[in-house]
């Protein structure tokens, strides 16, 4: 069970990433207006990333309907906000997944295949989020941006 706690005590004393970082900085006033991701701010990026996003929700479940302000100052996290529910489910399974694999013997986990298919699907809701965020796929998994057309327009 997740600890009930402040905005400013999960700031110091929860698990932070980057992407749960984005979400405390949208809830707390820090990041406004509509902006591009970064390396301060971002989706997260693996079922380890959800996980501590996840974490964060529990711990201050007022957030939760207040999601879609993460995404209004983020749009790269539409397609995270969108299928929060299903991504949480996920989650679950992919726990248990671990909890079975740290359970081999080292020799046998080599040869463990998660099958919960979280992290597949996070990539396809990354590359989504990539489109949103202005970026530009080369080839599967390349992505570049033009940054002179963002000069241009302004």
């Known amino acids: 069970m ?35 991701c970064n390396w301060t701010y971002d989706t997260p990026k693996d079922p380890d990333d959800f996980k501590r996003c996840h974490k964060l929700i529990m711990a201050i479940p007022e957030w939760r309907p207040r999601l879609t302000e993460v995404a209004a100052v983020f749009p790269k996290w539409i397609p995270f906000i969108r299928e929060w529910d299903k991504l949480q489910k996920m989650l679950i399974d992919w726990l248990v997944e671990v909890e079975a694999y740290l359970g081999l013997p080292y020799k046998e986990q080599k040869h463990f295949h998660f ?23 080369d080839a599967p998994g390349c992505y570049h941006k033009d940054h002179n057309a963002n000069m241009e327009a302004v």
Not at 116 to 131: I, N, R, V
């Open 2 to 36: 997740v600890e009930h706690m402040t905005p400013e005590q999960w700031i110091v004393n929860g698990e932070v990433g980057v992407s749960s970082k984005t979400i405390w900085a949208v809830m707390m006033g820090v990041a406004t207006g509509k902006q591009e």
């Open 115 to 137: 099958t919960d298919g979280m992290y597949e699907f996070m990539q396809q809701l990354d590359h989504e989020a990539m489109l949103l965020d202005g970026w530009i796929e």
